[in-house]
């Protein structure tokens, strides 16, 4: 079975500098990997997805995260946080497709200083 | 740009009453979905459903649940007899051919 772990619930950063949210995976078949956030009182919105393409993945609001398998790692960057990226951020994995269940990790609570 | 809607926002119930949970999946969606969220823990699969019927399920999805598309708009979840540990968020999510579940906002179900 494919599991998740995020390192570190709760992440704080200044405006303005590098946010970086760690993901390992566990999976016995090629990953689909997939980062969500959660604004408070919304949804899961997607942020970007690894779909066994390129390694490097580009999301929305100016996120990226890398997938490298030799790590089981798929960590979130941003070069330069902003007041409104303050949020859940959720790393979760599926295989096969990524219309299988997903699960996902226990999420990182990401703290932006002005 | 088009989303999963849930309905209601939050449902308060007696242990042991039933409770329906309602979802509006992406119009030209195929796959749906149910997670839940118990405060404070992972978001965990629930179950999947695909061509009127069920494709995947977990441990959690039990007799005491089940799923419905009653029509041609509506993904329904139902609890038959609730326990204080069904107290959760509940997230509805669907996909089209793509590999990428959307969600909703979740309805907040306490049992009391």
């Known amino acids: 079975a494919q599991s998740v772990t995020q390192l570190g619930s709760h992440v704080s950063v200044s405006e303005g500098a590098l946010v970086l949210l760690r993901c390992n995976y566990s999976s016995s078949v090629p990953p689909y990997l997939f980062w969500y956030v959660q604004y408070p009182n919304q949804g899961l919105q997607l942020l970007l997805k690894?779909?066994?393409?390129?390694?490097l993945v580009k999301g929305i609001n100016g996120f990226e995260a890398e997938f490298k398998k030799s790590e089981t790692s798929f960590h979130l960057t941003k070069p330069s946080a902003h007041m409104s990226d303050a949020a859940e951020y959720f790393c979760a994995v599926s295989v096969g497709t990524g219309r299988r269940a997903l699960t996902f990790g226990s999420g990182t609570r990401l703290q932006v200083q002005p | 740009e088009p989303e999963v809607t849930q309905t209601p926002s939050h449902q308060v119930t007696q242990m042991g009453q039933e409770v329906i949970l309602r979802c509006v999946p992406i119009s030209n969606h195929l796959y749906f979905y149910w997670y839940r969220q118990i405060l404070g823990q992972k978001v965990e699969f629930l179950v999947s459903?695909?061509?009127?019927?069920?494709?995947?399920k977990s441990e959690i999805f039990d007799d005491q649940f089940s799923v419905e598309r009653p029509d041609g708009s509506n993904f329904t979840l139902k609890i038959r007899s609730t326990k204080l540990e069904d107290s959760a968020m509940y997230f509805c999510?669907?996909?089209?051919?793509?590999?990428?579940?959307?969600f909703g906002p979740g309805t907040r179900l306490t049992v009391l």
């Open positions: 690894y779909t066994s393409a390129a390694t």
């Open positions: 999510a669907s996909s089209d051919t793509t590999d990428t579940q959307y």
């Open positions: 459903f695909y061509n009127n019927e069920i494709s995947e």
